[in-house]
């Protein structure tokens, strides 16, 4: 009902996301692809979420610094936003959800929630979409990091290691990302390969290993989708130390 400038708030809570804020990385962009044109619920879930962030204004992120080392939790929700009511005008709805965070010395640099370019055809098609966006991520950093070695930082070697979350039909995702030497090609992964191989060669080369993780350490659990309070409460500390 326009009683606050609803593009306004999405605004400065973009700004606050990407600073310090990743706990509210989802229902940010979320609310945030209504700008043009919100309803009342709309409005309605900004207010709630500005409770949530009244509550802990007095928390960020708190860093404890490890080894130096990359660390990249990346997931995927397939079709997480799917509506059949409004699917018919809204192909937005179809879209998968790509969520990861890339922590470097067990610190959070980089992370993402946001719909995927493109409408995947199955869950190990959107994993392996969500796995090719992180790896473009932090294949830089890890060209930052060679480059600051070089010019005497005294910064130690790193290898990342590229988690992915498993399902038990999504196993396929990660087959498809390691087995380098011999590709597992299908009629319905085939179209894969024309796009999303680019990291293959880092992984045949070591310098990116992939690992299945269960549902229970996905880091990143937390941004594909709106979690309950248990499961925020479970990976909050994980990430932003508190």
């Given amino acids: 009902n326009d009683h606050f400038n609803y ?10 996301e990407k ?8 229902a940010v962009h979320q ?10 619920e709309h409005g309605k879930a900004l207010k709630w979420l500005g ?32 509506d ?6 809204d192909s937005d709805t179809a879209r998968s959800r790509t969520g990861y965070v890339i922590l470097y010395a ?43 070695q070089r010019h005497g930082c005294g910064l130690t070697a790193t290898t990342p290691q590229l988690h992915c979350r498993v399902f038990e039909d999504n196993s396929g995702a990660v087959e ?13 992964t085939k179209h894969i390969n024309t ?14 290993v992939i690992e299945a993780i269960g549902t229970e350490d996905m880091l990143a659990d937390i941004l594909t989708k709106v979690v309950n309070e248990e499961t925020l409460l479970r990976l909050r500390p994980r990430i932003m130390g508190w």
């Avoid at 600073?19 to 989802?26: A, K, T, V």
């Fill in 7 to 16: 593009r306004g708030v999405i605004g400065q809570l973009n700004y606050l």
């Fill in 19 to 26: 600073c310090s804020r990743l706990d509210i990385s989802c």
């Fill in 31 to 40: 609310g945030a692809r209504f700008v043009s044109n919100p309803s009342l």
């Fill in 51 to 82: 409770r949530y962030l009244v509550g802990s204004r007095d928390k960020g992120m708190i860093y404890s610094p490890g080894n130096q080392s990359f660390d990249v939790y990346v997931d995927a929700s397939f079709t997480g936003d799917w």
């Fill in 84 to 89: 059949p009511a409004v699917a018919d005008w």
């Fill in 106 to 148: 067990n610190c959070p640099v980089i992370w993402a929630s946001k719909l995927q370019s493109e409408i995947a055809l199955s869950t190990t098609e959107s994993e392996y979409l969500a796995i090719s966006a992180a790896t473009r991520e932090v294949l830089p950093l890890m060209e930052l990091i060679q480059e600051m």
């Fill in 176 to 188: 498809l990302a390691t087995s380098v030497k011999s590709p597992k090609m299908r009629p319905r």
């Fill in 195 to 208: 796009k999303y191989h680019h990291f293959r060669q880092q992984v045949q080369e070591g310098r990116i």
